[in-house]
């Protein structure tokens, strides 16, 4: 299984930060598996964002519920996240991640990560 | 909901054993067995080393074990080798639908 993050790298104050995982080698809709948004601000720890279970049931860290949005489009093999209303302190690599299992609990398939700026 | 509580760094000569401790609550890591361990080298997507607490994914060497004890998980490395040198982090879940919450990361330097 391999992820591939894409989007802009740069983003402004106050705008929607969107970003696209595209899953190859394995099923994205049609398995009982989950898929995830971890971030890393610059020389910081790591963030989970949220998760999507294949069915479109999502779970969204308490922090930032109120912001993101996490969808999938099966027919590209993909899901993304939204994040609205972002500030300097949204500024992370963002990875997309998954367990490629039915457990929601960890992440083995890591995308190589895309660093998003928030700046005017 | 706070993060896991880690060691900020920790330090080991090759062969030798370090233990990285991952301190949370009875509503994180003391309430499931569904901790999980990573394993980040600079510039790097981190890697799974341990899953619910002390499973090792296909390929991780079994030099790598995991434990819990009440609401403190620990990461084991035994045999250090150089290649080893890179920052952890534990992440537990959170309860409630938090599927995961992180520890701050430990930098291990292998002297």
């Known amino acids: 299984l391999q992820l591939q993050e894409s989007g802009p790298g740069l983003v402004k104050p106050s705008e929607t930060l969107s970003l696209t995982c595209t899953v190859s080698?394995?099923?994205?809709?049609?398995?009982?598996?989950?898929w995830g948004w971890i971030r890393q601000p610059p020389g910081k720890g790591l963030e989970w964002i949220g998760s999507m279970y294949f069915s479109g049931s999502t779970y969204y860290s308490p922090s930032l519920t109120s912001r993101v949005t996490i969808s999938v489009d099966t027919s590209k093999k993909q899901f993304s996240l939204r994040l609205s209303s972002v500030t300097a302190a949204d500024t992370a690599v963002y990875y997309c991640a998954s367990p490629y299992s039915a457990s929601p609990y960890y992440f083995e398939y890591w995308g190589q990560g895309i660093l998003v700026t928030v700046s005017s | 909901q706070s993060a896991l509580t880690q060691p900020r760094s920790v330090s080991g000569s090759p062969g030798q054993s370090v233990t990285i401790s991952c301190i949370g609550t009875?509503?994180?890591?003391?309430?499931?067995?569904?901790v999980s361990w990573y394993q980040q080298h600079p510039g790097k997507a981190p890697k799974l080393m341990i899953y619910d607490v002390s499973k090792r994914p296909s390929g991780v060497p079994d030099r790598f074990s995991g434990s819990k004890s009440a609401n403190t998980a620990s990461l084991t490395i035994s045999g250090l080798q150089a290649e080893d040198e890179a920052d952890y982090y534990c992440c537990s879940y959170g309860g409630s639908n938090t599927l995961g919450v992180f520890g701050g990361g430990t930098k291990l330097t292998v002297l």
């Open positions: 080698g394995g099923s994205i809709g049609s398995s009982n598996h989950y």
């Open positions: 009875s509503s994180d890591v003391g309430g499931y067995n569904y």
